[in-house]
């Protein structure tokens, strides 16, 4: 009678220990191994030229991210009396980590950008119009008078004459004759123009 009474006391206890065993093991896993560190961001080295006929700077001590060699210096040699000096090799570009707010700038600073020269507007005494908007090239000075065709934004006519109320030009559409009316267009250099 003693040993059954023993047996659930038995596996309670088996039981309890297997867990115990569980969660010792579970733990001993977090703090009883290091964590591993996370990598750390690598600066790029900058590279600086050294100005011409300035004081050489200091060389930067090698740190433990600059993999790159630097060559070795070259020393110069005085040629013999009599003979022509060799042009002077261009100073060489150092590898230095830091780098202050000046050479930064001058790092960073792009190349200007080349822009084509805009052409020249025709001589003012030239009389042309120039659309302010889309218009209608009428073959005559007049909305009664059909469509020659039509002309776009910011387009340039020469100025061949003028009706006789002023508020209409005679241009140039083409190679042929068409009239846009004057509220429409900015006309410049058309002073002389005379009535067509």
């Known amino acids: 009678m003693a040993t059954q009474l023993n047996r659930p006391a038995r596996r309670l206890v088996a039981l309890i ?10 733990c001993g896993g977090l703090g009883g191994a290091e964590a ?3 990598p750390t961001r690598t600066p ?3 590279f ?13 001590a090698p740190s433990q991210t600059d993999t790159q060699a630097q ?6 040699t005085q040629p013999p009396a009599g003979e022509a000096q060799p042009p002077a090799a261009p100073a060489p570009v150092t590898n230095t980590q830091a780098t ?10 792009p190349a200007p950008a080349l822009t084509p020269t805009p052409a020249a507007p025709p001589t003012s005494a030239a009389a042309q119009v120039t659309t302010n908007d889309i218009v209608n090239i009428r073959t005559g ?30 241009i140039d559409y083409n ?21 067509a």
């Open 71 to 76: 060559p070795p210096a070259e020393t110069a």
């Open 175 to 195: 190679g042929q004759t068409g009239w846009v009316f004057g509220q429409l267009v900015t006309a410049t250099g058309t002073e002389g123009v005379a009535v």
């Open 100 to 109: 202050t707010d000046s050479e930064q700038a001058v790092i960073n600073t």
């Open 48 to 60: 600086t030229p050294t100005p011409e006929g300035g004081p050489a700077a200091a060389p930067a």
């Open 36 to 38: 591993t560190p996370l």
């Open 141 to 170: 000075p007049g909305t009664e008078y059909g469509l020659a065709g039509s002309a776009q934004v910011g387009e340039t006519f020469r100025v061949t004459g003028k009706n006789a109320g002023g508020d209409w030009w005679q």
């Open 17 to 26: 220990g297997l867990v115990a065993a569980l969660l010792l093991a579970g």
């Open 44 to 46: 790029l080295p900058t």
